[in-house]
């Protein structure tokens, strides 16, 4: 991900005018490191077991936000897997 895309992205889900971290603005952020690693670099290297583990890592880490949003503000998790496309979390 170059740096204007992730400035995109930080601009589209920030919540305040110097929101960098937010957990929707990290969400949103490793939903593209996601997208990206499984659409591309994994088609094309299906035997690369280590970015396999980091792509999990990833996954579980976005879980933990996804939760952590659910348990806060129930109407920012709506609308973030919503804008997203991702499942709902189960807990």
């Known amino acids: 991900m170059d740096k204007a895309r992730k400035q995109e992205i930080i ?15 990290q969400i949103a952020l490793l939903t593209e490191r996601i997208n990206h690693l499984n659409e591309q670099h994994l088609n094309s ?3 690369d077991k280590h970015s396999r583990r980091g792509l999990l890592q990833m996954v579980g880490k976005r879980k933990g936000f996804l939760l952590y949003l659910k348990e806060r503000d129930i109407e920012a998790y709506r609308a973030i897997i919503k804008e997203l496309g991702i499942r709902d979390t189960v807990k």
């Open 11 to 25: 601009a589209k889900f920030k919540t305040s005018e110097n929101d960098t971290g937010s957990a929707q603005v």
């Open 45 to 47: 290297n299906p035997k």
